[in-house]
Nanobody
Framework: QVQLVESGGGSVQAGASLRLSCIVS????????MGWFRQAPGMEREFVAG????????KYGDSAKGRFTISRDNAKSTVYLQIDTLKPEDTAVYYC?????????????????????WGQGTQVTVSS
């Protein structure tokens, strides 16, 4: 059974940084392309960033370019999302997702339907 557990969210002031983590269990981590999404109240779930199985390819959503960095540590079965210079509009629940990619290091998924497993989410609240 594949499980994803996010951590690292919290309430911070604008300008701060956070690093979200997501640890995956139940299947070989490198077989997954990983991604982060976020959902603000009343809004659609939004793609933030994705990374290939061994981390050599990444993709970012338009709102994430410049301040967000996705990375992974396959030895720790963990994917990270570094968010710098947080803004109030970054307030959302952040979800980690895993998509089966058969150990490919060229595949990065961007759409929700491409991901097979989801975490429970971690809240990020940014005050001005």
């Amino acid at each position: 059974q594949v499980q994803l557990v996010e951590s690292g969210g919290g309430s911070v002031q604008a300008g701060a940084s956070l690093r979200l983590s997501c640890i995956v269990s139940g299947r070989t981590f490198s077989s997954f392309a990983m991604g982060w999404f976020r959902q603000a109240p009343g809004m659609e779930r939004e793609f933030v960033a994705g990374i290939s199985g061994y981390g050599h390819r990444t993709k970012y959503g338009d709102s994430a370019k410049g301040r967000f960095t996705i990375s992974r540590d396959n030895a720790k079965s963990t994917v990270y999302l570094q968010i710098d210079t947080l803004k109030p509009e970054d307030t959302a629940v952040y979800y980690c997702a895993a998509g089966v990619a058969s150990h490919s290091d060229s595949v990065v998924f961007q759409y929700s339907y491409e991901y097979d497993y989801w975490g429970q989410g971690t809240q990020v609240t940014v005050s001005s």
